[in-house]
């Protein structure tokens, strides 16, 4: 137990549809992440929130939009995916994201499938 | 640019020792990060370091050059459970993760 759930842990959606995926962390964490995982790819970083305030937008398309309402939960929305899309989309949390020896904790991911 | 070069995949036998290598290229250095990854499961932080030298932790062990931009994951008395990919991370001058693609290690009996 990470302390970081990620729900749903599957999804299947095709390009015309909305779904978010929605992120918790009950470690008291100051910062959330939202990365992306492809296979035999580095992780990716999307967006990064600090004290619930995008801090990074790594140039990610408008079609994830992510929403963070506090310090522990986090969203990200989908909308006209493309197949492209699909991967493993991961959220981290940490205590401080200028910190340089604060490790990130991750969640067990959503598996995205857009068909 | 940006860049974290690690083996895609390495075998070993149970009972062995592994070295996995990690070379990186970064625009500055705030410390090296090891992450253990299961299939189907989330990143988990295996060690951090800073300043050149090695860190033990029981049967896995972390070397840092920062000179040479390097660094190994070195895994003792290995077992089954170890199987899983293990990912180098670089925290760069502006404090982001550069993250390499991972090697994944497959233990046999």
């Known amino acids: 137990e990470t302390g970081v759930t990620q729900t749903p842990r599957h999804l299947v959606m095709g390009m015309t549809n909305k779904k978010s995926l929605k992120c918790e962390q009950h470690?008291?964490?100051?910062?959330m992440y939202w990365y992306k995982q492809s296979a035999k790819k580095p992780l990716e970083l999307m967006f990064v929130?600090?004290?619930?305030?995008?801090?990074e937008n790594n140039s990610v398309p408008s079609r994830f939009s992510p929403e963070c309402p506090n310090s522990s939960h986090l969203f990200l929305h989908l909308h006209t995916l493309q197949p492209e899309d699909s991967a493993l989309y991961l959220c981290?949390?940490?205590?401080?994201?200028?910190?340089?020896?604060?490790?990130?904790?991750f969640g067990p991911g959503t598996r995205l499938t857009v068909t | 640019g940006q860049n974290i070069d690690q083996p895609t995949e390495m075998t070993a036998t149970e009972g062995a020792i592994v070295q996995i290598n990690c070379t990186y290229q970064?625009?500055?250095?705030?410390?090296l990060f090891w992450y253990q990854q299961h299939a189907g499961e989330a990143p988990t932080f295996l060690s951090y370091?800073?300043l050149d030298g090695l860190e033990e932790k029981g049967r896995f062990s972390s070397f840092l050059s920062r000179s040479k931009g390097y660094s190994y994951l070195l895994l003792k008395e290995l077992q089954m459970k170890d199987s899983a990919s293990y990912l180098c991370?670089?925290?760069?001058?502006?404090?982001?993760?550069?993250w390499g693609a991972g090697t994944k290690l497959i233990i046999k009996p």
């Open positions: 981290a949390s940490s205590q401080d994201p200028s910190a340089p020896s604060y490790e990130q904790y």
């Open positions: 470690l008291g964490h100051n910062a």
């Open positions: 929130y600090n004290f619930k305030e995008q801090t």
């Open positions: 970064t625009s500055g250095f705030n410390g």
């Open positions: 370091n800073v």
């Open positions: 991370a670089v925290r760069d001058s502006n404090y982001q993760l550069i």
